[in-house]
T-cell receptor
């Protein structure tokens, strides 16, 4: 069965402590992988799109990478304002976006 | 770019009542999506439109749910005979270009069933 799994479910970091979030997928015919940030009570905010293995995208303290089986969201020197839930979504044959359950990130000052 | 707008932001209703939500997409976005999200879960796809045509519906979408997008602009999602299990955040998203382009989300309508 096609699946998207995010790990860890929750992550607590000290300010400045870099780490990575993982999104692994088993869907066939991947046509795009998307990272979103979601704050409580808000809709997901688009961060990155990755279309092919080996692709990388960067934005401020965030860097997303993609392999044939997984994607990583690297957070360098995080700040408290980076605290949020990070969602990945895959788009594959069937014209549907399938979201993972997210990683809840807390950055402690 | 005013973003995706959803109305109302919150809706409280009694079980068995009908409710309707509205979504105004980013102007010129031809694709519009509806999702449902419950606490601790990612958004679940419900249905999507390309212009005014409803092209896909999830197996999760029961007969009590109906969506429209007249004239290819705003969209409405109606839930008839609401049940406790319908309590969730209903999110709308829009995109332009191909189907693999990123979707941009509104802040949702939170539905609570008493």
């Amino acid at each position: 069965e096609d699946q998207v799994t995010q790990s860890p479910e929750a992550l607590r970091l000290q300010e400045g402590e870099s780490s990575s979030l993982n999104c692994s997928y088993t869907v066939s015919g991947l046509r795009g992988l998307f990272w979103y940030r979601q704050d409580p009570g808000k809709g997901p905010e688009f961060l990155f799109t990755l279309y092919s293995a080996g692709e990388e995208k960067e934005k401020e303290r965030l860097k997303a990478t993609l392999t044939k089986k997984e994607s990583f969201l690297h957070i360098t020197a995080p700040k408290p304002e980076d605290s949020a839930t990070y969602l990945c979504a895959v788009f594959y044959t069937g014209n549907q976006f399938y979201f993972g359950t997210g990683t809840s990130l807390t950055v402690i000052p | 770019d005013t973003g995706v707008s959803q109305d109302p932001r919150h809706k409280i209703t009694k079980r068995g009542q009908n409710v309707t939500f509205r979504c105004d997409p980013i102007s010129e976005h031809n694709r519009l999506y509806w999702y449902r999200q419950t606490l601790g879960q990612g958004p679940e796809f419900l249905t999507y439109f390309q212009n005014e045509a409803q092209l896909e519906k999830s197996r999760l979408l029961s007969d009590r749910f109906s969506a429209e997008r007249p004239k290819g602009s705003f969209s409405t999602l109606e839930i008839q005979r609401t049940e406790q299990g319908d309590s969730a955040m209903y999110l709308c998203a829009s995109s332009s270009g191909g189907t693999n382009q990123p979707q941009h989300f509104g802040d949702g309508t939170r539905l609570s069933i008493l």
